[in-house]
């Protein structure tokens, strides 16, 4: 590998290892700034649920637990839009990980291909949010 290709590819590197670390930045900024930083579901979650519905303002319920591999549905039951934001899920260049806005009865369909817990939320209200364990 020639001296300006490695340069080109350490660039490359660190230019998205700080998107990356912008991104997260951004989203706790956001979720501090809305005051929802206190606001993260602590239930029990619910396993092996794979539909998750949008009403009153939440998503129910907030906290599930699935295996990898598993598709996760939410549907909006509320007159608002709504969406579902999956920030931290990177499985592929192809990774569609944010539903845009949900009109009432409209879903969002997700497999979860990554172990770990993933929290989401609403870009329309920031402090929706809610959590997926993957295992």
């Known amino acids: 590998m020639s001296k300006r290709t490695e340069w080109i590819f350490i660039s490359v590197i660190l230019a998205s290892i700080l998107a990356l670390a912008a991104t997260a930045f951004g989203i706790v900024a956001a979720l501090h700034a809305s005051g929802s930083t206190g606001n993260l579901p602590q239930a029990t979650p619910a396993v092996g649920v794979t539909h998750v519905t949008i009403h009153n303002d939440a998503y129910q319920p907030a906290v599930i637990q699935v295996v990898w ?62 959590i997926v364990t993957v295992t």
Request: glycine share 8%; charged share 20%; with cysteine.
């Open 69 to 130: 591999g598993t598709a996760v549905t939410w549907k909006n039951l509320d007159d608002a839009v709504h969406s579902v934001i999956l920030p931290h899920i990177i499985d592929s260049e192809n990774d569609i990980r944010e539903s845009g806005p949900l009109a009432k009865g409209q879903s969002f369909i997700y497999t979860f291909l990554a172990r770990g817990t993933f929290q989401y939320y609403c870009a329309e209200h920031p402090t929706m949010v809610g």
